[in-house]
């Protein structure tokens, strides 16, 4: 049975004046012979430079300078390893050297797709049937780097979504890291990631069942200079920093505007991005909430599951998911527990859908098998498009498939409110799939969302076409769940 889809005619499209400012570091040996040439300037001509520097940038972001004095802090070591007198430096010309180690990253250049949506926390000052929302999106620039960027909007009695007007500038949050380890649950992860056994006993026998994150870092740090080390120890204890850097808390300023702030890749583990976030409002048992997000953390190699938590959108923490059932990617976390647990979608094996439950919600073992490729729109692979979403007639869960010549399409299934193992129903066809005009894109021929809502007894399902752009559809519930309770 075919289900009616209402595609909106919104378009979010990329925007490469959307710049962040990057850190910037040219390698040790092309850093010093800059520096050099810097302290050869006098006073006075590196403070026309770094003027005509702040007049051409300090209108495109917020506060440049401290930005400047803050990646010049990041080469201190290097600029006093050449015996110079880094405190005896004036403040301009630190502010110099720290300008010629940032680059603008526009971060949105490439694409903006994989949209997630939830409730705004905050919705006063609307008229019946609105609904404030925030939606989150995979942007990506240049060398296809991915972060996750932010709209606010709202959704009128009609269904249609009015975006708010997007900030003049981009800030990149304070980032403070974990401080403390629990030894044994560090190694765990570390085994699940297929780190070399070996070069993990060398780093570890000598730390305590609890361990500072400094103590670790230096001592990785100081084996990692060993300029014989041999490649396959050189990975296993990069594997092992990158593990520890994925512990942090994020900051934004309360003065930034939600579409200013953009959760960039930070730590190790992230250096070639963050994809896919699925963000969730989850309602604990006593009737508070929060959102969280699973998302991948990609470094060019391995891939880390990850949560994100917050509660006003301005502090964010982030921890790496553990257990045989977090790995791969497609994690979505259930708005709320079932019987007094934790419950999780997965595709643990790259093709089949799995649930998961837990005391914690960053512990997942013992994934049950869900649902495999079906139909023939499907065959490759099936996964979750985002968390599941209640209805009084079931656990509504939207998929997606993978058929001939790789083409992504979107379902959708139900599933039983107390046993969400039981599958109650589930669409023979495609709920969206891409039309002529969204088969072109950065990845052609491909629908697909990480996140809906129900509003106004309809499905509002964000999506993206073509790893390129986002929009959005609206499906008739009383619809979408009868033709799923007659297709049994």
Not at 456 to 473: E, F
Request: proline fraction near 3%; charged fraction near 25%.
């Amino acid at each position: 049975m075919r289900v009616s889809v209402v595609r909106k005619n919104i378009k979010l499209l990329p925007d490469s004046k959307r710049v962040v400012a990057r850190y910037f570091m040219n390698g040790q040996e092309r850093t010093q012979q800059m520096v050099l040439r810097i302290m050869m300037l006098d006073e006075k001509e590196v403070l026309q430079t770094l003027e005509q520097t702040l007049r051409e940038f300090a209108r495109r972001h917020r506060n440049i300078s401290a930005v400047f004095f803050r990646h010049c802090e990041r080469i201190r070591p290097i600029i006093e390893g050449m015996q110079i007198d880094y405190e005896g430096m004036s403040l301009d010309r630190k502010m110099l050297i720290g300008s010629y180690c940032t680059m603008e990253y526009a971060i949105e250049s490439a694409a903006i797709f994989n949209p997630s949506i939830v409730e705004d926390f905050d919705q006063t000052g609307l008229e019946a049937g609105e609904k404030r929302v925030i939606i989150s999106f995979r942007a990506t620039g240049e060398g296809h780097i991915s972060s996750i960027v932010f709209r606010r909007a709202i959704l009128d009695r009609d269904n249609n979504l009015h975006i708010m007007k997007i900030g003049n500038h981009i800030d990149k949050a304070e980032i403070e890291h974990k401080t403390l380890f629990n030894k044994e649950r560090f190694l765990s992860k570390l085994y699940e990631m297929h780190t070399t056994d070996k070069y993990i006993a060398q780093i570890m026998q000598d730390l305590p069942e609890e361990f500072e994150f400094a103590i670790l870092k230096n001592m990785l740090v100081e084996a990692l200079k060993d300029p014989l080390i041999r490649e396959e120890r050189k990975v296993a204890l990069e594997e092992i920093l990158w593990l520890a850097n994925s512990f942090y808390d994020l900051q934004f300023k309360h003065d930034s505007d939600i579409t200013e702030r953009v959760i960039f890749p930070i730590s190790d583990s992230e250096s070639r991005g963050i994809e896919d976030a699925r963000f969730v409002r989850f309602v604990e048992d006593n009737g508070s909430a929060r959102v969280m997000a699973t998302y991948t953390a990609y470094n060019g190699h391995t891939i880390l599951p990850k949560l994100i938590s917050t509660e006003d959108f301005y502090s964010f923490r982030v921890m790496p998911l553990h257990g045989e059932g977090a790995q791969n990617k497609n994690l979505a976390l259930f708005p709320r527990k079932i019987k007094g647990k934790y419950a999780m979608l997965a595709r643990i094996d790259g093709v089949n859908n799995y649930i998961m439950y837990s005391e914690r919600v960053t512990q997942w073992n013992t994934p049950i098998l869900l649902q495999k490729p079906k139909f023939t729109w499907e065959l490759t692979q099936i996964g979750n498009c985002g968390s599941p979403l209640w209805t009084e007639e079931g656990w509504l869960v939207i998929t997606h498939g993978v058929g001939t010549m790789r083409r992504y399409c979107i379902g959708a299934s139900l599933f039983d409110l107390d046993d969400p193992s039981k599958e109650i129903g589930r669409l023979t066809e495609p709920l969206l799939s891409p039309l002529e005009d969204e088969r072109e894109g950065y990845v052609p021929n491909v629908v697909y969302s990480c996140g809906a809502i129900i509003h106004n007894n309809s499905l509002i399902l964000p999506y993206a076409v073509s790893d390129y752009c986002s929009t959005y559809a609206v499906v008739d519930m009383v619809e979408l769940l009868d033709a799923l309770k007659k297709s049994k």
